[in-house]
């Protein structure tokens, strides 16, 4: 069973940066897509970022376009989502997710079966 350990959050200024880290072990990641999701509070948790691990289309909400970018490193077996230009709408729990979904359901939630702890993005005004 893989597991998905998230890291890099943490408390900016608007207009900031952060990179968080999602290292992936105890299972492969080859065939499957991985995604970024996001949760604040009192609010649903909303797609971020995904993509297929074998390679393709980069997917990105409109919130975050332009600004977060998904990359990997394979050796390493980790994602990491880059979030510039931070905005305080930006401040929510981040959370890795690896799963099957077909391209018209990668941006759900209920694609993704294995999900990490989270981490925290907390960005001031």
């Known amino acids: 069973q893989v597991q998905l350990v998230e890291s890099g959050g943490g408390a900016v200024q608007a207009g900031g940066s952060l990179r968080l880290s999602c290292a992936a072990s105890g299972g492969t990641l080859n065939n499957y897509a991985m995604a970024w999701f996001r949760q604040a509070p009192g609010k649903e948790r909303e797609f971020v970022a995904a993509?297929?691990?074998?390679?393709?289309?980069?997917y990105y909400s409109d919130s975050v376009k332009g600004r977060f970018t998904i990359s990997k490193d394979n050796a390493k077996k980790t994602v990491y989502l880059q979030m510039n230009s931070l905005k305080p709408e930006d401040t929510a729990v981040y959370f890795c997710?690896?799963?099957?979904?077909?391209?018209?359901?990668?941006?759900?939630?209920?694609?993704?079966?294995?999900w990490g702890q989270g981490t925290q993005v907390t960005v001031s005004s």
């Open positions: 993509f297929r691990w074998s390679g393709g289309s980069l």
């Open positions: 997710a690896r799963g099957t979904p077909i391209i018209s359901t990668i941006r759900q939630s209920s694609a993704y079966s294995n």
